[in-house]
């Protein structure tokens, strides 16, 4: 199973905003709205941030936003904050694989 | 509260088994596909399988297919996968999750437990 593919690192200063890609094909990102993005802190179990896209599940805060172009989707975190330091992963449904869905190779996020 | 709880890690020697359990609290079972996910120290995420509410559909990642499998028991409220033939490269945190189910990602997750495969 291929995974989508992310910047391995991306920093920003607070209150900046930053952007994570996340590319894969018209057989898991760019045919379905099935994307979602998932924060992860060390020792700490993955937390869903945006489903189908752009969606956030209640409690996640709306400096998180999520879209897509074509075969590439994009998690955005505006006023960047001390605790979004974190990995990053997004997720998708794929067509081309023994598996349903796939993830992304990850982002580690740091807050200069 | 909706929880899911890992259990059943531990030291094993390479080609030996083991046994998760992944006990879900706080919501009807019986209504969700579930995941097992792992990540090995240092690395990114792995879909391991998955299973329907019923338990009729599995899938599995290739580099498990024919070691592990995945089943459920919804009277019990609890999600299995037992694990043969274990190799040093399946070493990793074990987390199970809800979901995903068509749009939906994985919205609720355990605590995970860690299986290391060592002689």
């Known amino acids: 199973q291929s995974a989508l593919t992310q910047p391995a690192s991306v920093s920003g200063s607070p209150g900046q905003s930053i952007t994570i890609s996340c590319t894969g094909t018209?057989?898991?990102?760019?045919?379905?709205?099935?994307v979602s993005w998932y924060q992860q802190h060390p020792g700490k179990a993955p937390k869903l941030m945006i489903y189908e896209v752009s969606n956030r599940p209640s409690g996640v805060p709306d400096r998180f936003s999520g879209s897509k172009s074509g075969n590439t989707a994009s998690l955005t975190i505006s006023g960047l904050q001390a605790e979004d330091e974190a990995d990053y992963y997004c997720s998708s449904y794929t067509s081309s694989s023994t598996l349903p869905y796939v993830f992304g190779t990850g982002t580690k996020v740091t807050v200069l | 509260q909706v929880q899911l709880v890992e259990s059943g890690g531990g030291l094993v020697k390479p080609g030996g088994s083991l046994r998760l359990s992944c006990a879900a609290s706080g919501f009807t079972f019986s209504d969700y596909y579930m995941s097992w996910i792992r990540q090995a120290p240092g690395k990114g995420l792995e879909w391991v399988s998955y299973i329907s509410s019923s338990g009729s559909t599995i899938y599995y990642a290739d580099s498990v297919k024919g070691r592990f499998t995945i089943s459920r028991d919804n009277a019990k409220n609890s999600l299995y996968l037992q694990m043969n033939s274990l190799r040093a490269e399946d070493t990793a945190v074990y987390y199970c999750?809800?979901?995903?189910?068509?749009?939906?990602?994985?919205?609720?997750w355990g605590q995970g437990t860690t299986v290391t495969v060592s002689s």
């Open positions: 999750a809800r979901g995903p189910y068509g749009v939906y990602g994985m919205d609720v």
């Open positions: 018209s057989s898991d990102v760019g045919g379905y709205n099935y």
